[in-house]
């Protein structure tokens, strides 16, 4: 299981483009409230997966097709 989110994931799993633009935004604001600076960056667009499973309340199970 990956260890990182990213908008795309998001979409994938069904959440539209602007909730997923709006779930990516709370979770990097979430990582610096809890002191991790580098995620105050507005390029940059992956989170922890951890980080989005706590804001939408469970847990996620995404795997990305290899190619």
Not at 33 to 58: M, Q, T
Request: aromatic share 8%; net charge positive.
């Amino acid at each position: 299981m990956q260890s990182t989110i990213d908008k795309k994931d998001l979409e994938i799993l069904g959440f539209k483009t602007s909730v997923a633009s709006r779930i990516i935004r709370e979770a990097k604001f979430l990582m610096v409230k809890k002191g991790y600076d580098f995620y105050d960056n507005s390029k940059l667009g992956v989170v922890p997966r951890e980080a989005v499973e706590e804001i939408l309340g469970f847990s996620l199970t995404i795997e990305k097709k290899s190619a």
